[in-house]
């Protein structure tokens, strides 16, 4: 797994330590970055298999190295901050990180977490492409074309729109989503469906109606109408 590299950016030298020796003795690749700074300038000149992200450090704050992040790659991000309040977790997920990690931590569940995650994120666990209406979606290239135009998603986007339209008509609930695009470890609550649902149709402006609310149930993909 030595292709796979794992950025660490976070302010506490000992945090660092402790998690590059933890991943390298999993076979994983771990970069450094000492503060905001020092991270965003690996990401632009590096690519990563995933980037663990500190929300408070110096010179620019995990928050809105993650903006950055989203604005050009769906990398996948997990967070790491002392701070436990529910707020900071959802709007985490808002910004399109895919876990988030309250400190202190075990460093051999924070590995449990990375491996969950690259292996959500893996395209080789789908198979099928899909052409629905003026959706295509390429599972392989993890590439979304709607009406002619390429979609930026987040990893969970993508995931969720995947689930969701390899089943049209096929109502889901808050639950199985969750269950099933963030897996059974996934340590949140069902608002964090609501809130990737909300970004995907936002991103989808007039064709949002793709997902469609079924009241006091969940959702489901429906074309057509």
């Not at 400190?103 to 052409?131: H, Q």
Request: aromatic share 10%; net charge negative.
């Amino acid at each position: 797994m030595q292709d796979t590299k794992i950025l660490i950016a976070d302010d506490e030298q000992k945090i660092r330590e402790v998690v590059k020796l933890y991943l390298q003795q999993e076979g994983f690749s771990a970069v450094e970055a000492i503060d905001g700074e020092d991270a965003l300038e690996k990401i632009s000149t590096s690519s990563f298999s995933l980037i663990l992200l500190d929300i408070m450090m110096p010179i620019v704050d995990g928050w809105t190295i993650c903006r950055e992040i989203r604005k050009r790659s769906t990398t996948p991000i997990i967070m790491l901050s002392a701070r436990s309040e529910e707020y900071d977790k959802l709007f985490g997920f808002e910004l399109g990180i895919d876990d988030y990690i309250t400190k202190p931590f075990s460093p051999r569940e924070l590995v449990a977490r990375i491996k969950a995650v690259l292996k959500r994120y893996n395209p080789s666990t789908f198979e099928n492409g899909l052409l629905l209406d003026a959706l295509l979606i390429n599972p392989i290239s993890r590439q979304v074309i709607l009406d002619n135009q390429e979609m930026i998603l987040t990893p969970k986007e993508f995931d969720l729109l995947y689930y969701l339209a390899q089943n049209p008509e096929r109502v889901y609930s808050r639950e199985q989503l969750l269950n099933k695009v963030w897996g059974y470890d996934f340590v949140g609550d069902l608002r964090t469906v609501d809130t990737h649902i909300k970004q995907l149709r936002e991103k989808m402006g007039s064709f949002k109606k793709y997902i469609y609310t079924v009241w006091g149930t969940g959702y489901k993909f429906k074309v057509g109408e």
